[in-house]
């Protein structure tokens, strides 16, 4: 099998696409040209005012219906095509609908006139195209042979060899035999060929250079990014190994292994186990969320999501009371189906999506968290009636650094990164998240904001 792909194009999903595009764009080409060719043959003497010979017309019917046989077959077997540049692949199929294409033209030609037809600008599409899909040698040998096989039909006929197909009606002289009209046809084509070829294919060449590039460029931009992440996990690594001792000091004094306590001192040593402990579990955080860049896979197991929701739910439960925020879940599912993927992950989201609903509420607000079912798919929707989101702004909720600049003015602490690893989260489970705003829990000054994250589900 021969290998037309460029070694750097072998895993670009892009380049195999535009590849197949190009062929599906040729074949659908090709159905209209069948249709013209039809309609031609019906109307030629009523519109054009020409007749052709009943060979001619035969050769017309006999091309056209040949090339809905192979477009027909060429459209059936494109489907079944792999992206694999080791066997039989969309490259290689366009390379037999332009030997198909160009043989079928190059009999047209010779049917309609030869050296007098005007389907012979057809010809300099054709090598055209190719330039912009075919390495060098296939598009050059292409177009040599092209060559050779006009020059055969022009010469032949000039000399006798071949029968001239001359439209009456068209060109009133015959010019097949004219000396210097076939010279200087052949010589101004066979230029124009080769300058054609010539310059399509570097253009070509130099874009997929330019692409090469880019790509070299967004590899060493990755492999940055990957040493980035091991620079930060060794940091946040480190920075773990005195708070866990920390946290073991404060186990020990606060289980009184080194005397009693009074009240006031046992109640802030609580206090610092608790930060400690949010302190850990941030850490936790950060290291699964760099591992996950790093690796770029993630931790498969079956979950339930009910059982995620109430865990959510549990953790954030003292913090909706301190702020006086009334928390409601409904399981409308019909069907109790299982999650698949990174449950630490997802539980990441949730727990991210149901912090801001109580933190950025009133007081006696409301955060309703609603789970349902539809074609197999899981949806979760939590919704508040808190200050919502501004439309103006709403396209830009899920880019990082940002904040909502009615958010800004209630809390002014706050990154702007959480919905937008939220949303990263939830797209690498195969998963969507909206957000729309006013929610349908809004009151009277209580826009509120509702978040709807979609997970496959088995």
């Not at 800004?408 to 702007?416: F, H, L, S």
Request: glycine share 4%; hydrophobic share 45%; net charge neutral.
């Amino acid at each position: 099998m021969i290998k037309l792909i460029p070694e750097w194009a072998v895993h670009d999903e892009e380049f195999w696409l535009s590849i197949r595009q190009r062929n599906l764009w040729f074949i659908k080409l090709r159905y209209a040209t069948v249709a013209i060719l039809l309609i031609f043959y019906l109307t030629h003497s009523l519109l054009l005012s020409i007749q052709l010979s009943d060979v001619q017309k035969s050769a017309l019917l006999y091309i056209a219906f040949i090339i809905l046989f192979y477009n027909l077959t060429l459209h059936f077997l494109r489907r079944f095509l792999k992206h694999d540049s080791n066997a039989f692949n969309p490259l290689h199929l366009s390379v037999i609908q332009m030997i198909l294409d160009l043989s079928m033209l190059l009999i047209l030609i010779y049917y309609s006139g030869g050296v007098e037809s005007p389907l012979t600008f057809f010809l300099i599409f054709h090598m055209i195209v190719g330039s912009l899909i075919l390495p060098g040698l296939i598009i050059y040998s292409f177009a040599i042979a092209v060559l050779i096989i006009f020059w055969g039909l022009t010469i032949g006929e000039y000399f006798g060899l071949l029968v001239h197909h001359h439209i009456e009606g068209f060109i009133p002289f015959h010019l097949h035999q004219d000396f210097n009209y076939v010279l200087s046809v052949n010589i101004v084509f066979a230029m124009v060929i080769i300058i054609t070829v010539a310059l399509a294919n570097n253009i070509a060449r130099q874009l997929y250079q330019k692409e090469q590039q880019l790509y070299s460029y967004i590899e060493k931009l990755n492999q940055a990014e990957k040493e980035k992440t091991k620079y930060i996990l060794g940091v946040v690594h480190e920075i773990k190994t005195p708070i866990n001792a920390l946290h073991s000091y404060l186990d020990l004094i606060l289980q009184k292994f080194l005397g009693p306590l009074d009240e006031t001192v046992e109640e802030k040593l609580k206090r610092a186990k608790k930060r400690s402990d949010e302190a850990l579990e941030l850490i936790n955080i950060v290291l699964k969320v760099s591992q996950m860049k790093l690796m770029d896979k993630l931790t498969e197991e079956e979950f339930d999501m009910i059982d995620l929701i109430n865990n959510t739910l549990k953790r954030y439960k003292q913090f909706a009371e301190s702020k006086m925020v009334h928390l409601e879940l409904k399981d409308e599912r019909e069907v109790k189906c299982k999650i698949k993927g990174d449950q630490f992950l997802i539980l990441i989201a949730f727990s991210n999506i149901l912090a801001n609903a109580i933190k950025y509420n009133y007081e006696n607000g409301k955060v309703e968290i609603r789970l349902f079912n539809r074609n197999k798919i899981c949806f979760v929707e939590v919704c508040d009636n808190g200050p919502g989101i501004p439309k103006e702004e709403q396209e830009k909720i899920f880019q990082d650094f940002f904040r909502a600049s009615n958010i800004r003015k209630m809390v002014t602490e706050g990154a702007g990164l959480g919905l937008s690893f939220v949303k990263e989260i939830i797209e690498k489970h195969h998963g969507t998240i909206k957000l729309q705003s006013p929610s349908r829990l809004k009151e009277t000054g209580r826009p509120g904001a509702c978040f709807i994250v979609s997970l496959p589900c088995e």
